[in-house]
Each structure stands twice: as structure tokens, then as C-alpha cells.
């Protein structure tokens, strides 16, 4: 069953963002609460260390989570491939939809009511118009009783893993492995976060009153240099690096201009990448049955921890 209306208006007010228990950084900047219930912009700021907490209203510093209703929306870096339980829902075996994503974490923590349509491969297309395969547009699964969406989306639009496989399998020596298009993939990055946009938009014209999270990709390269088990040429890793700034600025820019919350999982997982002692993503050749350069257990953890704390 959705929240109740009060619920639905304390989730609103509440803009206190905190530290979560990995002290990892969430959303930077301050928040209030506008006329339509939406959020008012963020100032975020790409390169920020620490979280500004502030509240909306006299003496609103936290939110009741429990029951409410909770959809999850994204590509693979929110399903969770290879991460094992797959979960039981509608279309997961097809999706790669583990029950230990960071939104099957985040549900079970707070108790609320999960409906996660996550889909591996997804695009912001198959958010809001593309069916994938029998799954039809996740959008579909945000109604007026909608109180919470987390979003992980555009890394697809603009071949952000799907290169740094292709260069990963032509280093290794691979056969058909493609290739990459760089001219098309600047050009897609200047259009994904108008793409991000376009989702929260049709998210808040479905449910007005929920709030939204976007949660950015994890970071996949260290910040120089590279490592064995990541095959890229200095050259090829100057350009990834740059995909993931681009992007990650993508949703900065999404999140100002709509009012939603913005999850740093690029910022947090600095230092965790799949090079690092402590990775939060897999190599090109991770071990059998995992999928490469994706988030691993600790990855989803460390993510459903920051949307744990930008909800209290």
C-alpha cells in the first residue's frame, strides 16, 4: 500500500542530507521544498568533500521510510548482474536483476514497498517509450502513489561500458570485438543530461509528490595510471576518464534542473574503482559468472548506503 499523505508530505519537507555509515558523500549543496512538492535545485558541485545539511521547515530533520512505496528504475548498474540472489520479480532472469542491488538493499532497510524495474542494457528510451524484449518502458511502474524513485540511467546512451569492453577485448587480443565511435559517443554526451532530464520530468508528471534520487555511475578507473586486468592504453583511459566526468556532470546538471536529489556514487566510490585494493566494480576478466566492470556486492552496498542517507 502507497504512504499515506502525511507520509508522502514529511518525505517532501525532509532535505537533510547526512553522512551514511560508510562515510561516503551524498549530495552536496542545499534543498527546500517548493510549491509543487518537488525539491528546489540543488547548488551541487562535482568536486565537493562534504555534505551541507539543511531541513525544510521548523524542526523537520529526519523522515519515516517505513512503507513507502518505492520504485526502482535503471540500467545494469542498478539491476546488479551477477550478483546473486536474482531476484523473483516480473522479467529479472531476463533483466539481470539481482535481489541484492542497491535498491532491494535500500528497501529492505527501510521497510518500504520495492517495485524494481531495473533492466540491464537499458537506455533513457527504454524508460520512458522502448520496450526491452517483453519488459515494457520501466516508466509504466511510477503512478500518483508513487512516494521514492532512485534512478541510475545514460550510461548506455552514451556507450560508457560498452566501450571500455570493446577497447578491453581488442588489447586482450579478442575477435569481434568491434568498435568504438567517439565522435558519436561526445555527441550523445551532449545530449544525456537533457535524456536524464526528460525521465525525472516524467517521473514527477506521473507521481508528484515523490521524490527522486539520482544515483551516478560508479567510477571504474583510478584517477591515473592503470592496472593489469583493466587492458587500456593510456590514451583509451584519458578518454574513459573523460566519459565518466562528462557524465557524472550530466547528472549534476539533471539534478539542478529538476529539483530531484543527487546521489554521488561517482564521487564516493573514488579510490574504489577496478583497479583499487578495495574495488567496488569487477576487472575486464572478472572471476566465473561475473559480469565485467560492474559493481560488485561491496559496490551495491557502499550505493544503497548513500541513498540510505540522503533519505534521513
Known sequence: MAANAPRRNALMA??????????????????????????????????????TTKTAGAGSTSITAAGLDYVAMG???AAGPSIPPVQSSS???ACSRSSNNYASIVARGIGAKLTDVTCSGATTANILTTKQGSQPPQINAVNSGTDLVTLTIGGNDVNYLGSMVTYS???????????VNRAAINTALGTVGRRIESVVN???????????LLV??????????????????????????TVATR?????????????????????????HDACAAAPWVEKYKPASGRTSYHPNEAGM????????????
Do not use: M, W
Not at 551516478?216 to 576518464?241: H, I, K, M, N, W
Not at 552496498?301 to 534521513?312: P, T
Open 14 to 51: 525532509c532535505a537533510a542530507l547526512v553522512v551514511g555509515a560508510l562515510a561516503l558523500t551524498a549530495c552536496g549543496g542545499s534543498t527546500t521544498g517548493d510549491a509543487s512538492g518537488r525539491q528546489s535545485k540543488a547548488q551541487l558541485d562535482l568536486t565537493a568533500d562534504s555534505v
Open 75 to 77: 540500467s545494469s548498474f
Open 91 to 93: 522479467g529479472a532472469a
Open 169 to 179: 577485448c581488442q588489447n586482450s587480443g579478442g575477435t569481434n570485438c568491434g568498435t
Open 202 to 212: 516524467a517521473v514527477h508528471a506521473r507521481a508528484p509528490h515523490a521524490r527522486v
Open 216 to 241: 551516478s555511475y560508479s567510477t571504474l578507473l583510478p584517477d591515473t595510471g592503470g592496472c593489469t586486468g583493466v587492458p587500456l592504453t593510456a590514451d583509451q583511459r584519458v578518454f574513459e576518464r
Open 247 to 271: 557524465l557524472a556532470q550530466a547528472y549534476i546538471t539533471a539534478a539542478n534542473d529538476t529539483g530531484a536529489t543527487l546521489v554521488r556514487f561517482a564521487t564516493a566510490s573514488h579510490g
Open 301 to 312: 552496498k557502499a550505493a544503497a548506503s548513500l541513498v540510505k542517507s540522503a533519505l534521513r
